[in-house]
């Protein structure tokens, strides 16, 4: 059976096949996908997952890519670092491959279609669905990472996207994480939000957000998937926490204070006509409130304040899924 074909939007709900409408443009790949095969079996019992001890006192830093498997520009930099020994000046720090099933099914002519195998690993990361009893691959995988996880004091997650945006960081709703991202400061822009409905991220589990510890996590959008600006981006972001951590010596580059947004509503789309009036670029602010943005069927879509900023609007979305989130600049 051919392998369905999956959307690459950040809001594909649990139960879905996540099928991409017909009218989906071509995406260029202008990246080759990494060879992972020295890093498969990994040093830490857990397949594709390897850390380097520096041996001196410091932080567990977890860098992980291919949550989503089409998603390698962070697997390229990960890939880099690994290729020429780098250890870290203090702590820990373990490079992690996610979803290798899914990345191993990445097919430059049908691009999309890799995201996962059978569910978004970023929806499982919830304690009900990690010490469940419901089986799937990414869960299972999930499971396998997850005391890794537990042990981690920062962990970095390497996304990229579909649909044209800038640069940002998602920090989940809890203080460790924006503290993290305003700490990081590349992308230069920070997004707080509640998560989603149909289920928890990786910066949504419990760790990072109900825990009294300090543990935080930040989810790096760099980019469109596959475009070089992307992965010069993730090399920018993880260098800039590995300064920040002390795991490289030197100051991180000076980095203007990031401007900062609350999301506060996310659009769904509940019809099939769905359309903006235009294409719109994530992280486009549009002045006025009751600015017309969309029409969803015969509803239609404005903003719901002043200097809305648009994040990551999924520019043909299907029924069902988040068509945009909007933020409040603060």
Not at 42 to 62: L, R
Not at 105 to 131: C, G, K, T
Not at 289 to 312: F, Q, S, Y
Request: net charge negative; with cysteine.
């Amino acid at each position: 059976m051919p392998n369905p074909v999956h959307s690459s939007t950040d809001d594909d709900p649990p139960g879905t096949t996540g099928l991409l409408p017909p009218d989906l443009p071509h995406f260029p790949v202008f990246l080759t996908a990494p060879d992972l095969s020295p890093w498969l079996e990994g040093n830490t019992g857990i397949a594709g997952f390897t850390t380097k001890d520096s041996g001196h006192p410091g932080p567990h830093v977890v860098l992980i890519s291919l949550i989503h498997g089409n998603e390698f520009a962070g697997a390229i930099v990960l890939n880099e670092m690994l290729r020429t020994g780098f250890t870290p000046n203090c702590g820990k720090l373990t490079f992690g491959f996610a979803n290798l099933a899914a990345f191993a099914r990445f097919d430059p002519e049908n691009p999309v279609a890799s995201r996962f195998v059978e569910e978004d690993m970023n929806r499982v990361w919830d304690d009900i669905e990690l010490f469940g009893v419901r089986r799937s691959l990414e869960l299972d995988r999930a499971r396998d990472i997850r005391p890794l996880i537990d042990s981690a004091d920062i962990v970095l997650d390497l996304h990229s996207m579909l649909w044209p945006s800038e640069p940002l960081l998602l920090c989940g709703p809890g203080d460790q994480g924006r503290e993290l991202a305003f700490a990081i400061g590349t992308p230069a822009t920070v997004i707080a939000d509640q998560g989603h409905a149909g289920g928890k991220r990786l910066i949504d589990y419990g760790r990072f957000t109900e825990s009294p510890g300090r543990a935080a996590c930040v989810l790096v959008e760099a980019g469109q998937h596959w475009e070089l600006a992307t992965v010069n981006q993730l090399r920018a972001t993880t260098q800039a926490l590995l300064c920040h951590t002390a795991m490289v010596h030197g100051a991180a580059p000076a980095a203007s204070v990031p401007r900062f947004a609350e999301v506060t509503q996310a659009v769904t789309a509940r019809t099939n006509r769905f359309v903006f009036v235009r294409e719109f670029i994530g992280g486009e602010i549009i002045k006025s409130k009751d600015t017309l943005i969309a029409h969803d069927g015969d509803t239609e879509i404005r903003t719901p304040h002043d200097n809305c900023m648009l994040v990551m609007p999924s520019l043909r979305p299907s029924r069902g899924h988040t068509a945009i989130r909007l933020a409040k600049l603060r």
